[in-house]
């Protein structure tokens, strides 16, 4: 009697898995050794473009330093400039390994526009920053007024300005609002004048209100000589003459000039009885009899 040695299943199942083990990685294998040349290339371009982009960062960065451009979008602008390097110089990298490169730059688009339109506002605002630090139409520290109000610049971020006013008070303008708002810059000239106006009865000695209202000028030291202080007769209103004080100070100086004349010039005048009016109205009533039915 002849006996038959059988494999059982389980063992044959065992054996077709290492088979496949075997010749996936020896595909693997093959396959790596293909593409080493391009992998070290793809590395050595990574490497390189990574540290060819911080180069360009700190360059870039020196100049903003040098430019007086503000400390936090110096640093934001050094950070968008790196990520975009870096992003340029991943899309190299791939390349170099033949990885196509359509499919992901029509995502990264595609994703780029649903952001933009997420953060519109935002955009605007960053676009309103970019102009102020290029275009410099003041700094950190300036005295200016934007849409009517006034304050001095704390700081220039990417997306708003903030300005200190004088009553303590801390105001964040959105940039975008900025760089299309009326702009007044007190601090790009060192001197500024000063505008005031004086308004005294008809009854009043105008010549004698002159003096002593030049006299008052000539005697405040922070009041400067050039330009030469205008004092003349502006208007006449209804009840009273409109006389112009134009001054010119310091910018530090603009507050305490401005309060000081006033105060001076209303104990001198009342020293001196120089009438300063208040609006009056004069009311005639009609008896019945003249009333006509």
Not at 23 to 37: A, H, K, M, S, V
Not at 160 to 175: A, V
Not at 244 to 250: M, T
Not at 271 to 282: A, G, S, V, W
């Amino acid at each position: 009697m002849e006996t038959t040695t059988t494999i059982p299943p389980v063992v044959d199942t065992i054996q077709e898995q290492v088979d496949k083990a075997s010749t996936f990685f020896t595909d693997l294998t093959n396959y790596f050794r293909g593409i080493l040349p391009l992998l070290i290339i793809a590395l050595l371009v990574l490497v390189l473009g990574i540290l060819l982009s911080r180069l360009i960062t700190k360059i870039v960065s020196k100049g903003m330093e040098r430019s007086n451009v503000d400390e936090a979008a110096r640093s934001f602008l050094a950070s968008v400039i790196k990520t975009a390097l870096y992003v340029l110089v991943i899309i190299m990298s791939l390349s170099v390994l033949n990885v196509p490169m359509s499919s992901i730059i029509t995502i990264l688009g595609a994703a780029g526009l649903a952001v933009s339109l997420a953060l519109q506002n935002c955009l605007t605002n960053l676009c309103g920053g970019f102009i102020i630090l290029f275009s410099k139409p003041f700094a950190s520290g300036d005295m200016v007024e934007i849409d009517g109000i006034t304050g001095v610049v704390s700081s220039i971020g990417v997306l708003y300005t903030k300005l200190q006013t004088y009553d303590g008070k801390s105001i964040l303008i959105p940039n975008g609002k900025v760089s299309d708002a009326k702009i007044i810059n007190y601090t790009e000239t060192p001197t500024r004048r000063i505008d005031l106006k004086y308004e005294i009865s008809y009854s009043a000695d105008y010549r004698k209100a002159r003096q002593l209202i030049i006299s008052v000028v000539s005697e405040n030291k922070l009041i400067l000589a050039e330009p030469e202080p205008v004092i003349r007769m502006a208007s006449h209103n209804e009840s009273s003459i409109v006389i112009d004080v134009l001054v010119w100070v310091y910018n530090d100086d603009f507050k305490e000039v401005t309060y000081t004349l006033n105060e001076e010039i209303k104990q001198i005048f009342d020293k001196n009885n120089i009438e300063i009016p208040f609006r009056q109205l004069d009311v005639h009533i009609i008896g019945e009899e003249n009333v006509t039915k």
